[in-house]
DNA sequence: CTGAAAGCGCTTACAG
DNA sequence: CTGAAAGCGCTTACAG
């Protein structure tokens, strides 16, 4: 499909195959012997001073880069982990690859994302490369958090679900805690002193949009109250955000909040208020999920929502990859999400 | 920072140091030689169908997996590109990586993607964890349009600066032409009817917004036409496009469009007109610029705006990497936008 | 068609 | 402290 890349002519420095200089174009350079080299470089004890200045001015001077590959290929390690996602707009996989990063430390491992674009296919073929390419760990990101399909348990390397999460509980699976999201958003509204909640969420198979109503419920039932009217079910955009509190609206049951499955649903509603001139807190308050800044910040009123702390899942699933008793992670684990106070559900002061 | 990976006690079938069977191992089952086993796996031509039958028969018992990393410090090919970006959101790196994987082609090279989160120390840092592997180039990404540093020249790979460009005019760039989203964005409105158009855009400093400026007057001047008003600079926010459209309707001079800068502004100018009572696009046409679905698609109307065609993008850079005559694309290449139109500039039938 | 040998660039015991 | 040698997993001339 496409040539192959060739050096300039112009410039021939093909010491290597590779075209840079070798650890042993080093060695012969500092006139010590190629272990002495590898020592001195890798900083290892065992080599004097003098010798270890001679080696690394070489290196320099040739503009020596150690191949990690046939490092790798001796000590078995690649210093590599895959992240696989399936994440079209980036939304979720991003932050996780930051925090993923962050757990593994910038120097020692590094975290590559690929896309395999919701295609089964894809992500089979990117995970045979991953493993071809000898990454330590695979993380595989879904975009919801429902189960899906395992990929293979003996595969030779650990892999965790991250988001998403795997229908094979010998797996490892890590995810957003979708019955505590429902909890705090539920406890900020009654707090922040509203009584009449109503709920609009997104797709109703989705586990996200039916766990995060169960948390509600159960928040509300404990402090002696339920919900206004039926909770809506559609999908997680801002056009069934507008439609749905429209329809929440015209119930003519009264209500001081809306509670919406996500930060789009949210928008919506916040459209829906403005048009009616409904003011926001101060007559009904609007809630979402995600905290996704780009719509939660810069609506007006800027939304309350709930974080999904989605750096730290990453975080999370790099650590169980590197876990020494990794199969111990075998399951689901929920992690726990936050709220983000903005102008949506309090007046300012 | 974190422990190393370890197999599970109990099962043993580390035939090799990473724990997967060799090539030796399946070229003693096939009671080959190695040299055999190799061609036959890699269907070269000279090896008889029963010897490569016997081959693939045993590969598979054995579950092997070819090490790409062996293989390429052999042949010099890693068969991998890494992508480079600062784009918080991904809004930019991900289409961009499409267009690469597409351009790549699926199975030969695997494109990986990496997060500088725009810190040069860690953007540096990538580079060389990636140049250790001996990926076979590198695509940095941006996440504006304007110059950008160099990473220098004679890294000994390639590398292609993408929607930002380098600096160094030896270095290959390629980016959008937004002097010609400019011009399709003003012929789109004027084509459409439109004579009286107001510009709100971002951050003046930014070449994206100058200069699809001048190619919005340039394309107004052929049409003997002029901004009406001077064009609003802020950024590239919702919430500059709501205060500037609000600055431009007390302007009180008379407008039917207003071109804004971006996808959010434009967002921003459609709350305003709303909010105002103005029909879009009955009274005024709005129009945006990133075609960032998320937002564009789903405004009230939906937003007529101009796709930067960043696959397109992703793609062209990919070729220039591998291009034989590398360094005879050096330099900034425009690509071409277009535009995509939608409910608010053409009332709909 | 098949295989012995050398080599890619590195690290790691093992001697000295 | 230093170096000769073996080896990681693979491929590629080169003989047969």
């Excluded at 509600?216 to 039932?221: G, K, N, P, S, W």
């Amino acid at each position: 499909m496409i040539a192959e890349y060739r050096e300039k002519p112009g410039k021939t420095m093909s010491l290597t195959k590779e075209g840079g200089a070798s650890l042993a174009d080093v060695a012969k350079l500092a006139n010590v012997s190629q272990a002495t080299a590898s020592k001195a470089l890798n900083a290892k004890i065992d080599v004097s001073q003098a010798t270890r200045a001679r080696v690394e001015d070489a290196a320099r001077e040739l503009g020596y880069v150690p191949n990690t590959l046939a490092r790798g290929l001796m000590n078995g390690r690649t210093g590599t982990v895959g992240v696989i996602t399936s994440d079209l707009d980036g939304r979720f996989a991003l932050p996780i690859l930051m925090g993923v990063e962050d757990a593994l430390g910038s120097d020692k491992v590094f975290a590559f994302l690929c896309d395999a674009r919701g295609d089964d296919v894809r992500e089979q073929t990117l995970l045979n490369a991953l493993i071809q390419r000898r990454v330590e760990g695979v993380i595989i990101v879904g975009n919801q958090t429902d189960l899906r399909p395992s990929l293979g348990r003996d595969l030779g390397l650990p892999i965790v679900y991250a988001y998403a999460m795997s229908e094979d509980p010998e797996d490892v699976s890590v995810t957003v805690d979708n019955y505590q999201v429902g909890q705090i958003a539920a406890q900020h509204l009654i707090y922040s002193g509203r009584r009449r909640i109503a709920h609009i969420s997104g797709e109703a198979p989705h586990s996200a949009a039916r766990k995060r109503l169960e948390g509600i419920v159960d928040t509300l039932a404990e402090n002696k109250m339920e919900l206004v009217g039926t909770p809506l079910f559609g999908d997680w955009s801002e056009g069934w955000g507008r439609a749905a509190t429209a329809m929440v609206l015209d119930r003519d049951e009264p209500i001081d909040a809306i509670l919406c499955g996500s930060d789009q649903i949210a928008r919506g509603a916040l459209d829906t208020l403005r048009e009616r001139g409904i003011d926001v807190p101060g007559q009904i308050a609007v809630m979402g999920v995600d905290n996704w800044t780009l719509l939660a910040a810069n609506s007006r009123p800027s939304l309350t929502t709930v974080d999904l702390n989605l750096e730290r899942l990453g975080r999370t699933a790099a650590q169980r990859l590197y876990d020494p008793d990794f199969s111990s992670n075998a399951g689901i684990e929920y992690l726990p999400c936050s709220v983000v106070i903005r102008d949506s559900t309090i007046p300012r002061l």
